[in-house]
């Protein structure tokens, strides 16, 4: 419970003459992977790349959190190389079709 441990942080902090001040908060996001939502993207995932791996989460701060029934999903592919978030970050032009492929099918799943 955020407020409860707000208002503990407060308490210990005054006992050393500080205070507690909140810069930004996001909530935390918890969706079931037997949601309707995260079990028909790994469908359709499943289906398109025939990669039955477990689902990844990943612990960063996502737009997702602002938002109700909503997670981040993106396709890394096995066989891709990693550089998200670092110098050079690239990733092949049959990679970004094979993922809007898979997000067009998971949208039109989820719509319908």
């Known amino acids: 419970d955020k407020d409860k441990l707000v208002e503990q942080l407060k308490t210990i902090a005054s006992n050393y003459q500080l205070s ?8 935390p996001l918890y969706v079931p992977l037997e949601s309707e939502l995260v079990s028909t993207l790994m469908q359709v995932y499943q289906e ?20 109700p029934n909503c997670v981040a999903f993106g396709a890394l ?19 970004f079709y094979k993922a809007m492929e898979i997000y067009a099918e998971a949208i039109y799943r989820l719509a319908t």
């Open 48 to 67: 398109k790349t025939n990669d039955y791996s477990p689902a990844v989460s990943s612990g960063g701060a996502t737009f997702a959190r602002t938002m």
């Open 20 to 27: 507690y001040e909140e810069f930004d908060y996001l909530a």
């Open 77 to 95: 592919f096995p066989e891709m190389e990693q550089t998200e978030h670092q110098a050079n970050e690239r990733a092949k032009l049959e990679d």
